[in-house]
């Protein structure tokens, strides 16, 4: 009777150690994180190198933070960074906005004008959408018109402008 107790004691620290080792590999695969940099010349000495993030859900939720972000140069010189922040909820059928938030980090002696952030304030299938405008302006010459949208679809799918 003992020896079945020692085997039945041995099979279950067996398993209970490989569902330890299984758990983070599963876990690991769920919170990658993704990030895409594209670079626009958009003429006149003007480029945007945009770095869109897409950070899973720490938790079971279906839910998505997307750090979208667009540095302007003007002739080769760093003009600012603008960033939009925005966190989505998706369910297979809806999609819709948590919460959306900005920053800027300007160089010396231009300024953010004429700043708009708007989001869809109801989840729905057309999934959800942030959307900021704003200006970068040095004197009256220098005018960069800043335009920025992330969008989540109701299966979590992502697209940024």
């Known amino acids: 009777m003992s020896r079945i107790k020692r085997a039945t004691s041995l099979f279950l620290v067996f398993v209970v150690i490989l569902s330890l080792t299984l758990v983070p590999s599963v876990c690991a695969a769920e919170s990658s994180e993704t990030t895409t940099v594209t670079v626009k010349d958009l003429g006149d000495g003007l480029t945007v190198t945009s770095t869109v993030r897409i950070l899973p859900s720490l938790t079971r939720d279906s839910s998505k933070t997307v750090v979208n972000e667009n ?37 010396s002696g231009w300024s953010y004008t004429n700043h708009s952030l708007t989001t869809t304030t109801v989840s729905s299938s057309n999934g959800g959408k942030a959307t900021l405008s ?17 969008h989540c679809d109701p299966k979590g799918n992502i697209t940024t402008d």
């Open 71 to 107: 540095s302007y140069e003007l002739k080769g010189s760093w003009v600012g960074t603008v960033k939009l922040t925005t966190k989505f909820t998706y369910n297979s059928i809806t999609a819709g906005v948590v919460s959306a938030s900005y920053s800027k980090t300007l160089a």
């Open 134 to 150: 704003a200006n970068l302006r040095k004197n009256i010459i220098s005018n960069i018109p800043v335009y920025m949208y992330t």
